[in-house]
């Protein structure tokens, strides 16, 4: 059963750092997606990497992955207050038309 | 382009109820997912639909069901409600499951008291 880890769950940072977000997934997959969630609100796509050594880079956010590792990162540069929200990876297993999701990172951007 | 478009948005049933939730994916797009989101459990997959066809399901109840219509169109039930039940339920949409990308609805909100 593929498993998908984040770290870490929690992130509270200060305006003009940098972070990253990792997400780690069991077996072999070469699709994965990150999603972004305000409170109460549906997912927002940021990010679909299709293949190893995938990089994509929107404003602050940059993503990459590396499918030999299985490993995933979600770079924060320059984090702003609008970048508070949960973020979510989830790797979709091959043919089984599912996405199976990591548990969340909660980030809060202090000023 | 219209987006996934799920029906009704909030929604307060009773222990026992059923209910059921609608989702119309993009236009073109012919893969339908669904998904409930607690704090607890996170985000599982419900079911994925494909012209129709179901082609996966998640580890639920089978008082969880779905179907598909020709339209692309998509419903899901949950008979016999209970009070874990009571969550967000939100609809994905895809081209050709898993061959692009998954655009989410705005979701249901379910209470069950």
């Known amino acids: 059963e593929l498993k998908v880890e984040q770290n870490p769950l929690f992130l509270s940072m200060q305006e003009g750092k940098n972070y990253t977000i990792y997400c780690n997934y069991s077996t072999t997959s070469d699709r994965l997606y990150w999603y972004r969630q305000d409170p109460g609100k549906s997912l927002e796509s940021l990010f679909v990497l299709l293949s190893n050594g995938a990089v994509k880079q929107e404003g602050r956010l940059m993503a990459s992955l590396d499918t030999k590792a299985r490993l995933s990162t979600l770079h924060i540069t320059a984090a702003v207050h609008d970048l508070s929200a949960t973020y979510f990876c989830?790797?979709?297993?091959?043919?089984?038309?599912?996405?199976?999701f990591g548990k969340g990172t909660l980030l809060t951007v202090n000023p | 382009k219209a987006g996934v478009t799920q029906t009704p948005r909030y929604l307060i049933k009773t222990r026992g109820q059923q209910v059921t939730l609608s989702c119309s994916p993009i236009?073109?797009?012919?893969?339908v997912s669904w998904y409930q989101q607690t704090p607890g459990q996170g985000l599982q997959f419900l079911f994925e639909y494909f012209s129709e066809t179901q082609r996966n399901k998640g580890n639920f109840p089978g008082r969880f069901s779905g179907r598909q219509f020709s339209n692309s169109r998509s419903e899901m039930n949950v008979s016999t409600l209970e009070l874990g039940d009571s969550a967000l339920y939100l609809c994905a949409s895809s081209f050709e499951g898993n061959l692009g990308g998954y655009t989410f609805g705005s979701g249901t909100r379910l209470t069950v008291v």
């Open positions: 989830a790797v979709d297993g091959g043919s089984n038309y599912k996405l199976t």
């Open positions: 236009s073109g797009h012919r893969s």
